[in-house]
């Protein structure tokens, strides 16, 4: 599976974004989906995640009520919807795909698949 994450951008605080994960190949539908995210000299934190199998939802408690991740009906690509944003939300994020059970979707090393980073840019 090879996913292209794209929707990054500069916003003021408050503003939103919609980030995409687009997946080409391989068998995308029944995967776990998550976002993770790494600013400059911390640690990669995770954001959210969306299992294939019902489509249970798992938020970081530092972006519930703000974000939200879904899929499209094709199941093809997995949106996450920013709204209120704030400056620490200012981070690369990345979307990433695998079979992940719902204890460890908090886990970045438990996705085997990565795409490539989109800068989310935050001012206040």
């Known amino acids: 599976v090879q996913l292209q994450a794209s929707g990054g951008g500069a916003v003021q605080t408050g503003g939103s974004l919609r980030l995409s994960c687009a997946a080409s190949?391989?068998?995308?539908?029944?995967?776990?989906v998550g976002w993770f995210r790494q600013a400059p000299g911390k640690e990669r934190e995770f954001v959210a995640a969306i299992r294939g199998s019902g489509g249970t939802t798992h938020y970081a408690d530092s972006v519930k009520g703000r974000f939200t991740i879904f899929r499209d009906g094709a199941r093809r690509v997995v949106y996450l919807q920013m709204n209120s944003l704030r400056p620490e939300d200012t981070s690369v994020y990345y979307c990433?795909?695998?079979?992940?059970?719902?204890?460890?979707?908090?886990?970045?090393?438990?996705?085997?698949?990565w795409g490539q980073g989109t800068q989310v840019t935050v001012s206040s």
């Open positions: 990433a795909a695998g079979n992940v059970i719902t204890s460890t979707v908090r886990d970045f090393d438990k996705y085997a698949h």
């Open positions: 190949g391989g068998t995308f539908s029944t995967y776990t």
